[in-house]
């Protein structure tokens, strides 16, 4: 990457992103470098790859996004979290049927708590 002073802003983030995914990650001293643009440019760069969601700013530089995790835990595992934000929320969904009116409910862990909540 020599000699990119004159490079298009949106060439040098296809760069930058290129070395991240490459690398595994960059600092903004080596870019500045292999770039030959201010650390302000650089700086500027990666706010603009963050916002687009393409990488993640940390200290001193920036690594890929950590990517999405396929895994779903289950609902037994998942009933026994935040327990009381979910009965917090049933409550109040369930203030708002009406007697006698027809309920559609997905199959999560709070639709289960708002069904209890009908019950009752």
Same mark, same amino acid.
């Given at each position: ?6 490079? +298009?802003?949106?060439? !040098? ?10 690398? =595994? ?34 200290? =001193? =530089? ?18 026994? @979290? ?8 049933? !409550?109040?969904?369930? !203030? ?8 559609? +409910? ?7 708590? @708002?069904?209890?909540?009908? +019950?009752?």
């Amino acid at each position: 990457m020599s000699d990119n002073q004159n490079l +298009l802003a949106e060439q !040098r983030r296809a760069l930058i992103l290129d070395e991240v995914r490459r690398r =595994g990650g960059v600092r903004v001293n080596e870019l500045t470098r292999k770039l030959n643009v201010s650390d302000m440019t650089v700086r500027r760069d990666l706010d603009a790859l963050a916002r687009q969601g393409v990488l993640e700013k940390v200290h =001193g =530089g920036a690594v890929p996004v950590a990517e999405a995790s396929t895994h779903e835990p289950g609902f037994e595992a998942k009933a026994g @979290l935040e327990l009381s934000a979910k009965e917090d929320i049933a !409550r109040a969904a369930a !203030r708002m049927a009406a007697p006698g009116s027809a309920i559609a +409910l997905a199959g999560g862990t709070t639709a289960f708590a @708002l069904a209890q909540q009908l +019950l009752e």
